[in-house]
């Protein structure tokens, strides 16, 4: 590990200064596409416009003949196309594979100036965010960057949940963590087959009423991610980083997704992975406080006064602590309408119905 001394010093000769605290832009949905698909990158001007972070992915969900088209194919978009105020971030190949140092030589190279964030797969512990740290400070000099590159790891090997909170320590360039369901299932020989989501034969069950053991018994499916993710968020959060759900391979099944996501949220995520249009609005919907949650956190604020002491709301008792809760989402909503016409006309409206 670096000394707390060193931890902001560049780790090249020319590479721009690291941040000293991680800029929060709205980023609710993480826009996987396929850049070497014809059809998705057609797509990227108006998701452009939707989005708020697109993803160009290079690693799993490319094939392997096409991953150098797919690395290519993202040079190509990020030089051809204004994203505005949505941000640019990459998923390279993993660190042990054949692709990844040409993905980050020619990324770097090219279009470095236009990404904003290094998604980086299969992080095991802080080691491998060192080694990243260095090589894109060697690059970034080398292509005369002058903003720093963020790094953003997968939380999706059972080593990567041992040394969570080394990873989200290990450098100043990291911006945050999201699950990795599919992958951490795999490595931890989990039984399941899936992208995210629950499973029907993880459940409890009550107690039996009699002699019939079959009889009366209510099951209650649990959630195969609240323990990586309450983790997650933790050591995100203890760094001052952002944790965020991964995938819901469930496309079709727009109910559950919309779930999933909001256990993200109200544990502390910011945003999830959109692997499909049908998933962008799910996420923004989700990851945007409701306008009735807006309108009682900004009551409880401005009863609260200079936020000490305890106040009556509606029977339920106000102090110290809750309006700093208030305070998260009314900030949040306050970040996203800045803007966002209409969420800012719905939490205006829900706030004056609400003072009514
Ligand atoms: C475990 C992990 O690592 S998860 C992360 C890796 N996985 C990914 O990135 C998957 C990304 N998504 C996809 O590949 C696709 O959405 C699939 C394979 C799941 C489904 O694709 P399709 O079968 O084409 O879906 P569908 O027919 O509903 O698509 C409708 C349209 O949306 C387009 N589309 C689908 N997904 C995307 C996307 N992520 N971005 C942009 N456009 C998309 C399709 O090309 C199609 O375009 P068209 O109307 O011009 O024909
Ligand atoms: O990369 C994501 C995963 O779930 O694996
Ligand atoms: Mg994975």
Redesign the pocket.
Known sequence: MRSPKDFFAPLAVGAPEPLRQIPVPPSRMI????PS?E??AA?VPD?AKKVDVLLG?L???VRADRKEAARNGLVAIAKATDFGKTQLWTRVNSLDSPWVLDDLITLVTEIGDKLDVIMVPKVEGAQDIHYVDRLLAQLEARAGLTKPLLVHAILETASGVVNVEEIAGASPRMQGISL?P??LAASRRMKTTR?GGGHPGYLVRTDPTGEDLNAGRTTYQQDLWHYTVARMVDACAANGILPYY??F?D?RDVVACEDQFRNAFLLGCVGA?S???VQIDIAKKVFSPAPEDVAWARRVIAAMGDGTGAVMIDGKMQDDASVKQCRVVAELADALAADDPELAAAYDAATKEASA
């Open positions: 826009h996987f596409f396929d698909n059809k998705m797509k998701l992915n690693e799993d969900a990795g599919a992958d992208v991964g995938p391979g496309i992975w692997l499909h249009p």
